[in-house]
């Protein structure tokens, strides 16, 4: 796809080719080894299914089916990166929807895999979707771009572009993990690993020429130094997490538990009764 | 240097040519991947005056930054 002019820029940031990493078919930083992470830590099992909220092409999908074993299926608003997903991997199910509104029965689903997509959905009614597929004691699996120094106003507010990306919509981690709570989801493990957003700086660098080459590229319509500059005082992060769909009647305990700032990692999955193994 | 140019060049030590492949280079305390051009024999690896003085002081610069 050719993008040298602003009509052919797509309206989605991250449906750039300029975004895909050539190795590896992912449009995120990082490669397998951060989704490898997610599914030992939660244990998920062969036959587990799975269902991976904004999968681009699908790569995770086709790999998590391929290598673990499991029920996995990808869905994306994005009918241009669906497409180019079903090219590359046919044996794969993807869906076109948003994570705001789940094409799924209620409990359904073992594990939701967001790979740096959690920043373009409205957090709270994606995660209400999120509670309601999900089994109880079922996985919600998170890497995103995080802000390590918050903006005080909403980054939606301060980004400046009107072009979908996650830069948009990424928030801080306290503000993040305190949501997640009071949506019903206990978190069990959070892990730093902005390691990889210096590779994706690296290999943009190592393309490009320097970042701000690339956000001429990008964004060309808005102000490329402006972006760089806003992005930067953020002190951008990425961050790994699990977090895990409350039993029952757990649930509004603790989402009116306000007060108690965001839960600690506990860094200790609890299986549960729908756990490795279980029947369902 | 174009395709051709740097598919000649050889290994000052080992005199074989050199062959594009994954190496890693460690900057502080950041290990980074990159397609360089390396000996088969030996590993040492040409980093172009282009690649050196010009991408890899802006990653160094931008890393600085963040």
Request: hydrophobic content about 35%; proline content about 6%.
């Amino acid at each position: 796809m050719s993008i040298n002019t602003l009509t052919q820029l797509p309206n989605r940031v991250y449906e750039s080719e300029l975004f895909l990493n050539k190795a590896t078919g992912h449009i995120r930083p990082g490669g397998t080894e951060l989704t490898r992470r997610l599914v030992e830590f939660c244990g998920l099992q062969p036959g587990d299914r799975l269902l991976d909220v904004g999968c681009g092409t699908g790569a995770s999908v086709a790999y998590l089916q391929r290598d673990f074993g499991l029920q996995a299926q990808g869905l994306d608003p994005s009918a241009l990166l669906l497409e180019r997903g079903r090219r590359l991997y046919p044996e794969i199910i993807l869906r076109q929807g948003r994570g705001e509104e789940l094409p799924y029965p209620n409990q359904s689903w073992k594990g939701i895999l967001c790979e740096c997509s959690l920043s373009l959905m409205e957090l709270e009614v994606a995660g209400q979707e999120f509670y309601r597929v999900l089994y109880p004691g079922g996985w919600l699996m998170i890497t995103d771009l995080y802000w390590r120094q918050p903006h005080r106003q909403s980054p939606g507010q301060v980004f400046p572009t009107r072009r979908s990306c996650v830069l948009q919509g990424a928030r801080g981690m306290e503000d993040l993990l305190q949501h997640l709570q009071e949506l019903g989801f206990a978190l069990r493990l959070w892990e730093d690993c902005s390691q990889v957003l210096n590779q994706m700086v690296f290999d943009i660098i190592m393309e490009h020429g320097s970042l701000t080459a690339f956000w001429e590229k990008i964004l060309p319509a808005d102000d490329p130094g402006l972006c760089q500059q806003t992005a930067v005082s953020g002190k951008p992060g990425y961050y790994l997490l699990a977090a895990q769909k409350k039993w029952g009647g757990e649930r509004n305990v603790i989402g009116k538990n306000s007060g108690a700032g965001p839960a600690r990692p506990l860094l200790q999955p609890d299986h549960g009764p729908s756990g490795p193994g279980s029947q369902r | 240097m174009n395709n051709e140019s740097r598919s000649r060049v050889l290994c000052v030590k080992c005199q074989v040519p050199l062959e594009e492949g994954k190496v890693s280079i460690a900057y502080l305390s950041n290990t980074f991947y990159a397609d360089l051009l390396r000996c088969p024999l030996c590993g040492q690896v040409f980093i172009p005056e282009e690649l050196a003085l010009g991408r890899m002081a802006e990653v160094e610069k931008t890393l600085e930054d963040k």
